[in-house]
């Protein structure tokens, strides 16, 4: 069983920052692919973006609107997977959570094992 938290979600003003951290439990992280969704109110749940397991490359992915504004980077030794978003807009506005799976990265939540409980970002105009 594997547990996630999420961190580093809070208010923001567009063009600024934010860096959300998701910390897994459990021995097998480096394992996982990981990847972070989105929902934002009334919206449903999309894929940000994501990244491999570290001995396949570590290649992230990510979806076309936040390409060149986010990163995607993991620390196995830490457990711990970082979204560092700069340039942010207003309609980055969403619930951030990180999730877990086995295999390569997948656009579609359903296929995710592990989720944590999400972070709120709220970008302000």
């Known amino acids: 069983q594997v547990q996630l938290v999420e961190s580093g979600g809070g208010l923001a003003q567009a063009g600024g920052s934010l860096r959300l951290s998701c910390a897994a439990s459990?021995?097998?992280?480096?394992?996982?692919?990981v990847a972070w969704f989105r929902r934002a109110p009334g919206k449903a749940r999309e894929f940000v973006g994501g990244?491999?397991?570290?001995?396949?490359?570590?290649?992230?992915y990510y979806r076309d609107s936040v390409k060149g504004r986010f990163a995607i980077s993991r620390d196995d030794a830490k457990n711990t997977v970082t979204l560092q978003m700069s340039g942010l807009k207003p309609e980055d506005t969403a619930a951030y959570y990180c999730?877990?799976?086995?295999?390569?990265?997948?656009?579609?939540?359903?296929?995710?094992?592990?989720w944590g409980q999400g972070t709120q970002v709220t970008v302000s105009s």
């Open positions: 459990g021995r097998l992280f480096s394992r996982y692919a």
């Open positions: 990244i491999t397991v570290s001995r396949s490359g570590g290649w992230t």
């Open positions: 999730a877990l799976r086995e295999g390569v990265i997948d656009y579609r939540d359903s296929t995710y094992a592990y």
